[in-house]
């Protein structure tokens, strides 16, 4: 099968089927779609090893909601995808009331297509330290530590140390990192939110791939939600060539034109700040079990 990067795991089960030209299902991969609050939804449930080799990732549950509604600004559109978003978030955590989590926006703030994790962070509630302080006052919040870890190149460390001496000081029960994907489609930028509990490495949206956020790297659950904001300039022109009928090409074959190159919308800069602003949302819904009203009131 040629090799199209993408970090959804929807997109790679039908890569696979597509380079298998399959019409049965994959072994050691379960999939369901659905349709919630108005949503397009698809779960993918990576059973075993044989799942992950087909996929390429880690072995768990991946949840993809197509924000096409949000984005054509159907009535309530904001509310009922943050809803969902929050259902889906306490799904996956089924956390105590008491629990704290820790809440990572990851990448740089300074590329407008790396701003998911840290407008994300920048939308949601920090009540860790309310919560010591006036525990009465707060009594219906979760304790909630917000961090944004920046990137290498611009503070010396990595990302993953930053957030594991976070973690080590806060000992949160579960971490909430947020960033930026890639996908293999101009058609799924900004369109999908992916929400999955295997993870996530920092930098990968943007082709900087570095160390992993995991259960096995933090020592507990790692919740990872992200939105493509990229597609591999290689990826693109063979899926282009493909769809015009012109003939099937591997992405490599364009290494030379493209090289490194990840191509994104004109107009990635609003599209972006709403998905960030819709993710810190469903964020603090599902923690605080608070209505999206009672998020704008707070936040402001």
């Not at 609050?37 to 779960?43: C, L, P």
């Not at 920090?126 to 611009?154: I, N, Y």
């Not at 971490?175 to 996908?183: E, F, G, W």
């Amino acid at each position: 099968m040629m090799q199209r990067r993408t970090d959804l795991a929807a997109e790679a089960r039908e890569l696979w089927r597509e380079g298998a030209k399959a019409t049965s299902e994959l072994a050691g991969v379960k999939a369901e779609a659905a349709r919630e609050n108005g949503f397009e939804t698809e779960t993918v449930d990576i059973l075993d090893e044989v799942g992950e080799a087909a996929l390429g990732k880690p072995k768990g549950r991946y949840i993809s909601i197509e924000l096409t509604p949000l984005l054509s600004r159907e009535e309530a559109a904001f509310d009922r995808a943050a809803e969902l978003l929050a259902k889906k978030l306490r799904e996956l955590i089924g956390l105590k009331k008491e629990d704290t989590v820790l809440v990572c926006g990851l990448g740089n703030s300074a590329i407008t297509a790396d701003i998911i994790g840290p407008a994300a962070a920048k939308n949601t509630l920090a009540t860790r330290h309310l919560k010591e302080r006036m525990p009465e006052d707060f009594a219906r919040f979760r304790p909630v530590a917000v961090v944004e870890a920046g990137v290498l190149g611009t503070t010396g460390v990595e990302s993953a140390e930053i957030v594991k001496a976070v973690a080590d000081k806060v000992k949160p029960t579960a971490v909430i990192a947020v960033d930026a994907l890639a996908s293999r489609r101009m058609a799924r930028i900004c369109r999908t939110l992916q929400i999955s509990d295997t993870g996530i490495v920092p930098g990968s949206g943007v082709g900087n791939a570095r160390r992993e956020l995991s259960e096995k790297t933090l020592g507990v659950p790692v919740i990872a939600i992200g939105v493509p904001t990229v597609v591999d300039a290689g990826t693109l022109a063979a899926d282009l060539m493909e769809q015009a009928g012109i003939g099937e090409r591997a992405p490599s074959d364009f290494a030379d034109f493209g090289g490194q190159m990840v191509v994104t919308p004109r107009d990635i800069d609003s599209r972006a700040a709403e998905c960030a602003r819709l993710i810190g949302y469903g964020i603090n819904m599902a923690l605080h079990d608070i209505s999206a009203d009672d998020v704008t009131m707070l936040l402001n």
